[in-house]
């Protein structure tokens, strides 16, 4: 059932630049970026899970920006189809980052494509 999970996940990751429309509006998030299944399946997140979230969304895993004060979720995105995600979103890993991009909602998920970390 975990599988079936993830592959939903993922698959709803890799499609969804092309099925949602290109008429994002401009946004900045301040939060903590989490990589979607460890914080998803076991709550795990902060400092001490830093290695592990780089590892995971270096291999595909979603990233997930936890809007702070809010926990609004938002996946992230590539400012390209078919690419990874930036070092610049990797390297931050559960740190608290401000991501500005546009922001795109679909079927009741929200989607942040990634136009710069500070």
């Known amino acids: 059932m975990k599988k079936l999970a993830l592959m939903v996940l993922l698959a709803t990751v890799m499609v969804a630049p092309a ?21 998803g399946t076991m709550g795990a997140k902060g400092a001490g899970h830093k290695a592990c979230a780089v590892k995971c969304v270096s291999k595909g895993i979603p990233a997930t920006l936890i809007e702070s004060g809010t926990e609004k979720a938002y996946i992230l995105l590539p400012n390209k189809d078919a690419s990874p995600l930036p070092d610049s979103v990797i ?10 991009g546009k922001e795109y ?13 500070k």
């Open 105 to 117: 909602s679909k079927n009741g998920v929200d989607y942040l494509v990634v136009e710069s970390v």
């Open 19 to 39: 099925a949602i429309a290109a008429d994002g509006s401009e946004k900045s998030v301040t939060g903590n970026i989490e990589d979607s299944y460890c914080y």
């Open 91 to 100: 390297q931050r890993m559960e740190d608290q980052v401000t991501v500005t």
